[in-house]
């Protein structure tokens, strides 16, 4: 796309690429930890603290394609402008045609169960922050109009980095609500939660020890700031009852309306 880019004629092309704030947690996975506190209770920022996000070690993941992105404004200036979105936990239903939902929330969900009884990785103290996908959407929305102004209020390149979130959670917090309320819905038969290792999670759910594990906390200044951008749906609590209702279906342990229909006809 970068190649493709530097070819066009006339004016200039803009890029706007997908991330992820799994980027933050490289210093778990450097040091093989999951479900532990952040002792230095470190927030990630897009905004004063740019530089630092735009120079994170090469072992995070993400870092790759990211670098990839940030060096075309440069190798081709006044050409190529880009933007990088990073979104965290990504949750609720999309509105396109094709995947209706992300992985974590629904994994950790999916785990729960399947294994019958709730669980958080370690000891469950890592933090996370949120955003509902339709609150994403509207980043893109935004930067896309900005694109066609001609770059708009957005900033791009070296500072056209956004993170896209709606507070933070703790990820044993999140187990405990889901499995009261798979308890709740008689899916499961005690509201009790245990601790899992990251190798048994994986069992469950593939990758679940890295996808529910790490700390990845951050503030989304950017788009505040210069889109007027503002989170309107409710938050992934709020929303917990219909993650399980899904997976609960997809597992086979309920019925849809139009199943139970067909079903009674």
Known sequence: MVA???KKEGKPGYLIHTSGTGILGYADHE????GVKDEKDKVYNDWDGIKEVTTLPDTAIHRNVDKVILAAGAQ?????FTAIVAPSVIWGPGRGPDNQKSIQAYGLTH?????GIGFHVGQGLNRWSEIHVQDVSNVFLDLVTAALEGGGKASWNEEGYYFVENGEFLWGELAKAITKIAFDKKLI???????????EADKLFPL???LVGWNSRCKAIRARKLLDWEPK???????????VDLEAREL???KSHAEKAVGAS
């Open 4 to 6: 493709g880019l530097a």
């Open 31 to 34: 040091r093989n930890l999951v």
């Open 76 to 80: 081709y200036p006044g050409r190529i």
């Open 111 to 115: 785990a729960i169960l399947k294994r």
């Open 189 to 199: 038969n005690s509201p009790e939660v245990d601790s899992l290792p990251g190798e």
């Open 208 to 210: 679940l020890s890295l």
């Open 233 to 243: 749906q409710k938050s992934l609590f709020e929303y917990l009852p219909e993650i």
């Open 252 to 254: 086979g342990r309920t």
